[in-house]
């Protein structure tokens, strides 16, 4: 008798309390008992997990479909990298859908609507970035919130590196389109839809989290859905969300355009020196080193692809161009209106064309100057050929006798002069006169060509200047037209 009575205590010893069976038996009907002594969180935790299959997707019907609303709302632009093609972005990230073996009744837990459990401890939908190429460091957020009726919110930030087409072309007014496409990787459409969690009006203009102070300005976020199949297989749902950036220029325009345009305008008054100076030459080349080293110093600021070249490297190229006709030009004029003897005279129809017709053209008012010293030049060779011979008697002829005795009285004579010597020594000093006089005659018509040259110098100076300057002012206005489209596109 003892013995049974020791084996009947022993069991009531190993059995457990009656509120734990009660609980136990209450959490299986779906009517659990509150216990004061357990909380109850934990008694929900631990009657959502007990049983809880993290592998299997959480519907009671495998044909219902398991539907993800997401939402992305763009946090930071990090880094735009051109060569690469990578664009670096920091989002909030957001989805939720129906766990239906998360639910329960809050009158039975406290009136406990919501509860956060371990995101590894659930099943969660394999929704990745398409463009992912990189994994960015992106904080663990490990809990997930779920809501009595079954609804689970996973909420997270991500470092998203995703592979971007960047056009440059309009550097530094550039407008970048990228996309970030959400799918799942495994789970067809029949499985797992994608759906938005909110209006695509209010997610395009949402700029409520966006840091709005560094190089690139978010202008709005286009959401897209579609369906895709890969090679007639099963369809695939997607969700695209486009992300439309636009640099801001003014750090460029600053560093870059400002200091070109200044080197080009300093060029153009380089005209103005006069051709006949050597100092435009250096000047000019002077201003050619300098947008040199311009070129060298921002090199590494601009983006380099192997695509193609940004705009704004054409337009350094061409200026570089201008720099260098504009030398090659003046280096022209230098050499005409220089060393002149050793030039013939100007031929008649390059009078024509630049000191009649260019200086017409051109609107140079003091064209009839030039006019007026071809006519005195041609006047005094015309009066050299004719009178060259009547010169030289007339000057001795036309002498007053009271000048000869003076210079008779002043030279010495030889005691012993006869008249056939006189007339020797009169023929040797008017041979020496006419050497001077031709030397002085050929000096004046050196003189008269130079003057030529340089009258065609300086029209023909005029007429590439204002050539030179109608191209700078073209190709500038064409620039400016483009860029000033593209910054208010």
Known sequence: MVLVVAVVLLLLALLPPVSMLQDAVGALQ??????????????????????????????????????????VMVYAILSV?????????????????????????????????????????????????????????????PYVYV?????????????????????????????????????????????INLSLWRQPELVKFDRSVFMNQGEWELLYVLSHFQEFSVKSSDSYAEMKFYVVIRRRPLFYTINLLLPSIFLMVMDIVGFYLPPNSGERVSFKITLLLGYSVFLIIVSDTLPATAVGTP?????????????????????????????????PHVPSWVKHLLLERATALLCIWDRKKF??????????????????????LNHYGSEDPREREVAGSTRPTPASA????????????????????????????????????LQVGYVLDVLLFRAYLVAVLAYTITLGTLWSVWQYA
Not at 38 to 64: I, K
Not at 105 to 115: L, W
């Open 147 to 191: 809501r009595h009726h079954g609804e689970v919110q996973n909420l997270k930030p991500i470092q998203v590196v995703t592979a971007c087409s960047l056009d440059i072309y309009n550097f530094p007014f550039d407008v970048q389109n990228c996309s970030l496409t959400f799918t799942s990787w495994l789970h067809n459409i029949h499985d």
């Open 30 to 71: 779906g009517n659990p008992e509150p216990d004061p002594s357990t909380p109850a969180l934990l008694r929900l935790s631990d009657t959502l997990l007990a049983h809880y299959r993290r592998g299997v997707r959480p519907v009671r019907d495998w044909r219902t479909t398991t539907t993800v609303a997401i939402d």
């Open 418 to 453: 006869t008249p056939a010597e006189g007339s020797l020594l009169i023929h040797s000093i008017l041979h020496e006169i006419t050497t001077i006089r031709q030397f002085l005659e050929k000096r004046d018509e050196f003189r008269d060509v130079a003057r030529e040259w």
């Open 81 to 141: 990298d051109e060569k690469n093609q990578v664009l670096t972005t920091y989002i909030w990230y957001r989805q939720h859908w129906t766990d239906e073996f998360l639910q329960w009744d809050p009158a039975h837990f406290d009136n406990i609507t919501q509860i956060s459990l371990p995101a590894e401890s659930i099943w969660v939908p394999d929704i990745l970035i398409n463009e992912f190429v990189d994994v960015g460091k992106s904080p663990d957020v």
């Open 371 to 392: 006019s007026q010293s071809r006519t005195q030049s041609s006047d005094i060779s015309r009066h050299v050929e004719n009178n060259d011979s009547t010169a030289k």
């Open 311 to 343: 705009l704004i490297g054409i337009y350094f190229v061409v200026c570089m161009a201008l720099l260098v006709i504009s030398l090659t030009e003046t280096i022209f004029i230098v050499r005409l209106v220089h060393k002149q003897d050793l030039q």
